[in-house]
């Protein structure tokens, strides 16, 4: 059996999973608002997965977006001032909407914003760990989110894909799974170059793929392939396995945890030094 085919019959055994979707997985691309039936699907299959046996992060984007909707805001907001109010009124819409979904399927949902400093100050940091292992102990599913209505340059991490990275390396997840509008990695960027390869599976994130990963970007959310890479290079150096897949069909959810080859796997390559530190970028 191949190494990858191995790893992929693994994924079954996870047990403490994060899973990150963003807002382009969220939205309907024509006009920018919720889709439900997505949202819907998103919320049984991983209610699903805790009724499995196993431990469930959600990291959800998608707050700036249903607050710039909210109020009837055309283009997407510029200023940080604007911004941060949106994610305000944004973020409680968005957790009004999960509550109601997780309730419906009696799951007890839990909601933690968090900044950069969040993870800096060593006394926060296990603060944070401890309130994520209550919440799993006490059988919640966290919806985690940047706190954008006070996070400014110097403390923000700037995009989710990070963040879920950083989620899964404080909690010690073992798979990370990333959602998104394309299918995994390529060579190049599909929509460019039609020559472009699609790539099932990186056992080592290293220069090589780095360099694949830049120059493609969704329209809709924050982060591209590039910062995709460089949450493989964190999540996995923390010792998570990562797949990133299409979050058009929620489904992929349980087919990936059930080992189905979906999307891009990144096999976990835990260094013994690892610290979360060093993978924070300074401010700049
Ligand atoms: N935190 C942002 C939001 O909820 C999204 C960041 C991202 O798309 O990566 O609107």
Same mark, same amino acid.
């Not at 805790?50 to 909707?69: D, F, M």
């Not at 994610?87 to 799951?107: D, P, V």
């Not at 910062?227 to 299409?246: E, F, Q, R, Y």
């Given at each position: ?28 691309? &024509?006009?920018?608002?919720?889709? #439900?039936?997505? #949202? ?29 909707? =909210?109020?009837? +805001?055309? &283009? ?21 909407? $999960? ?14 914003? +968090? =900044? ?21 102990? +006490? ?13 400014? $340059? &110097? ?26 509008? !394309? ?17 099932? $599976? ?13 120059? =493609? ?35 992929? !959810?349980?087919? !990936? ?21 060093? $993978? ?5």
């Amino acid at each position: 059996m191949s190494e990858h085919t191995d790893l992929r019959e693994k994924l079954k055994d996870k047990k403490r999973i994060v899973v990150k979707v963003g807002t382009s997985s969220l939205t309907h691309p &024509e006009t920018g608002l919720l889709d #439900l039936i997505k #949202l819907e699907k998103l919320v049984r299959e991983l209610t699903d997965l805790h009724n499995r046996g196993k431990e469930i992060i959600l990291v959800s984007s998608g707050a700036i977006a249903v607050g710039r909707k =909210t109020i009837g +805001m055309k &283009e997407r907001p510029q200023k940080l001032s604007v911004k941060q109010a949106c994610a305000s009124i944004g973020q409680a819409r968005l957790m009004m909407m $999960y509550q109601k979904l997780f309730m419906e399927y009696n799951q007890v949902a839990s909601q933690i914003l +968090m =900044t950069k400093n969040t993870l800096v100050n060593g006394e926060n940091r296990i603060n944070a760990r401890n309130t994520f292992d209550t919440l799993l102990e +006490m059988g919640s599913i966290p919806v985690v989110n940047e706190n954008d209505t006070i996070s400014t $340059y &110097e403390i923000e991490f700037g995009d989710n894909d990070t963040l879920s990275a950083v989620v899964a390396a404080l909690v010690q997840a073992d798979l990370l799974i990333l959602l998104s509008d !394309i299918d995994g990695l390529f060579t190049d960027d599909p929509n460019r170059n039609p020559e472009a390869k699609f790539v099932e $599976y990186v056992d080592h994130v290293d220069q090589h793929f780095e360099e694949m990963g830049r120059g =493609t970007a969704s329209d809709v959310g924050t982060g591209g392939m590039s910062t995709k890479l460089k949450a493989a290079k964190l999540a996995t150096s923390a010792g998570a396995d990562m797949v990133i897949a299409n979050g058009a069909d929620m489904g992929v !959810i349980h087919r !990936i945890v059930d080992g189905e080859r979906i999307g891009t796997l990144f096999k976990a390559n835990r260094t013994e030094d690892f610290y979360l530190i060093d $993978y924070l970028d300074a401010p700049s």
